[in-house]
């Protein structure tokens, strides 16, 4: 069963993954009677269009992963034990989530999510995307010194239950400085900047699992996760792909991808 999707570069490779693990929008056929329809029609938790925005790393000689499946079905970016990945009252999504984003229940209320059923998940959907990023990592790296990841997220501007306040534009993470070397890091604030839009850096989003288990800075792979909200891409109250502002933000992502790789390479 495919559960994911490679784009190949289209230009000479270079070292850099850019992984979108939550564009992914289809339910197994087996599983789509247990969810609410109303949630499956919107699919609202979704990162909408985010491939899309992204489209041009192939040109540029990036490899690209991305799910095939919703991140309702398993999300790639939790601990695969269930572990939190904050603990300061926001509501984060479990690793097989049963709410959205608002608190909202997925599941119609006769389903009751075991182990087995998660279990079966983590082997079918979770784990072959994890591997087949380790393997591109290896591949990179009988080539090339070191390799950067670049894990991409899209977010609503105003998320209550996970912040009280309206998101910043960009938010980048690195895991407190663990996940990737400062010189990306500083590269990646400094090209963002360049936008005139608001930066954060490792607030109120520092990196999820792929972010955190893929970057180690002492192995040469440094990863980077990219949250920005859906507003600076989409229009018609965050569900409509806009391509003239689209176009502005693919300039900034491309210029900063141009300044990566040319540290990297």
Known sequence: MKTFKIIEPTSEAVPFVLSVPHCGTEIPKNLTSYYINSHLEKLDDTDWFLDKLYDFAPALGITTIIPIYSRWVIDLNREPNNKSLYNDGRIITNLCPTTNFLGEDLYVTDYQLDQVEINNRLTHYF???????????????????????????????????????????????????????????????????????????????????????????????????????????????????????????????????????????
């Open 127 to 265: 784990k072959p995307y994890h591997d087949k990023i380790d393997q591109i990592f290896e591949h990179l790296k009988s080539k090339h010194k070191q390799v950067l990841f670049w894990d991409a997220h899209s977010i609503r501007r105003h998320v209550p239950t996970i912040h009280e306040n309206p998101f910043p534009d960009f938010i980048v993470g690195d895991n407190e400085s663990k996940s990737c070397h400062s010189k990306f890091t500083q590269i990646t604030i400094n090209e963002l900047k360049k936008s005139d839009l608001q930066i954060s850096h490792n607030n109120p989003f520092k990196g999820g699992y792929l972010t955190r288990s893929k970057g180690d800075p002492r192995q040469n792979i440094h990863a980077i996760q990219l949250e920005m909200c859906k507003d600076l891409y989409m229009s018609q109250n965050e569900t409509k792909y806009d391509f003239k502002k689209a176009e502005a933000i693919k300039n900034h992502l491309i210029n900063t991808f141009k300044k990566l790789i040319e540290k990297l390479t």
